[in-house]
């Protein structure tokens, strides 16, 4: 595998892996943007989002699971987007750096969802 490759995944695993560990250091902001309408506790999703976000980055550093962990990290980031909605409605009135913040959220999940696929396709 070309060190660019290697690099690309690495790049798709570290945040996936960093941000699964902030959801059990730091739960509530995490708990603060789960959607109301999803049933069981917010806890629960922070919990239950962050264990797929460690595996899930683990998949995408290990090279024989890594096709897997790539395709399994592209409908993770579409599956977290009704969280982002949610943390851009709820911060509609907050001061503008938060709302830019919520807001540039929305657009990222696309070149997410897009670098998971090329790491796949390079697996």
């Known amino acids: 595998m070309a060190l660019s490759s290697r690099r690309s995944a690495a790049l798709l695993a570290a945040p996936l892996i960093g941000a699964g560990v902030l959801?059990?250091?730091?739960?509530?902001?995490?708990?603060?943007?789960?959607?109301?309408?999803?049933?069981?506790?917010?806890?629960?999703?922070t919990y239950a989002s962050g264990v797929a976000e460690v595996?899930?980055?683990?998949?995408?550093?290990?090279?024989?699971?890594?096709?897997?962990?790539?395709?399994?990290?592209?409908?993770?980031?579409?599956?977290v987007y009704p969280?982002?909605?949610?943390?851009?409605?709820?911060?509609?009135?907050?001061?503008w750096p938060y709302?830019?913040?919520?807001?540039?959220?929305?657009?990222?999940q696309y070149p997410m969802i897009t670098h998971a696929l090329r790491v796949r396709a390079e697996a």
């Not at 708990?31 to 917010?42: K, N, T």
């Not at 595996?55 to 599956?79: D, I, Q, S």
């Not at 949610?86 to 509609?92: E, K, P």
């Open 23 to 45: 959801h059990f250091a730091v739960p509530a902001p995490f708990d603060s943007i789960v959607p109301s309408w999803i049933p069981g506790s917010a806890r629960f999703w």
């Open 83 to 95: 969280a982002n909605v949610q943390m851009a409605w709820d911060w509609r009135r907050e001061p």
């Open 55 to 79: 595996l899930v980055g683990t998949a995408v550093a290990v090279p024989r699971t890594r096709r897997l962990g790539a395709t399994a990290a592209a409908g993770l980031f579409l599956a």
């Open 99 to 108: 709302r830019a913040i919520a807001l540039g959220r929305l657009p990222l």
